[in-house]
């Protein structure tokens, strides 16, 4: 499978290494073809790992993620050619935060809307599938590091394309994947960052999550 990752920060580089250790090719995409870090990843990680612009990733990818600021997401799936999303999987796992010195996060889009169904709305012919965004990017390739058994979740429009990203999610090391239903259950995902920033303050650490626990 060749997997192209949108975003070269800690979440994007955290993602894109172990698709390439799970044997994927793997494109990182950012503006800049000669983004420094996206070739200081590609150097570390060997023949599977290569670099590119966001519109060579979106060409490259047969499945896509999107790594990037949660602010940026949209623009930055606009800047890539339209063709190369079409009938492909968009896994977001990305939230929809301002950071401003001085002040928490905030979440600008919430309540009656969330990133999730945004990128939907402007994607039509894509495949849409919110997951990962409820836990630390560690977490998310590597389940164990939060001990136990815990949950993560899934939402989307296209049930064929949910049950692709589980089994990816399986290959991760997931073991409970919870369902959410329609893209609309990325509003209830992108919404537990509020509490999530509280307990990693409290913490100080990101190496926990959340686990529904049934009578």
């Not at 939230?95 to 996060?105: C, E």
Request: glycine share 10%; with cysteine.
């Amino acid at each position: 499978m060749r997997y192209g990752v949108l975003g070269t920060g800690m979440v994007g580089q955290t993602l894109a290494t172990r698709l390439a250790e799970l044997g994927h090719e793997v494109m990182m995409g950012s503006r800049r073809a000669d983004n420094q870090e996206a070739e200081a990843w590609r150097q570390r990680t060997g023949i599977r790992a290569h670099v590119g612009t966001f519109r060579d990733t979106a060409a490259f990818g047969d499945t896509l993620f999107n790594c990037t600021q949660g602010a940026v997401s949209s623009a930055v799936l606009q800047s890539v050619d339209a063709n190369d999303l079409v009938e492909k999987i968009l896994i977001d796992v990305a939230n929809p935060l301002v950071l401003s010195p001085g002040t928490p996060p905030a979440l600008t889009i919430c309540n009656t809307d969330s990133l999730g169904e945004r990128l939907q709305r402007e994607l039509p012919r894509t495949k849409v599938v919110k997951t990962l965004n409820t836990c630390n990017c560690r977490v998310m390739v590597d389940p164990a590091r939060a001990g136990g058994d815990h949950d993560v979740f899934v939402c989307g429009n296209d049930a064929g394309a949910k049950e692709t990203v589980k089994a990816l999610l399986r290959d991760f090391g997931w073991k409970t994947i919870i369902d959410l239903g329609d893209i609309t259950g990325a509003r209830a995902t992108e919404q537990l960052m509020p509490i999530w920033l509280r307990l990693y303050g409290i913490y100080g650490s990101a190496d926990f999550n959340f686990k529904i626990v049934r009578s």
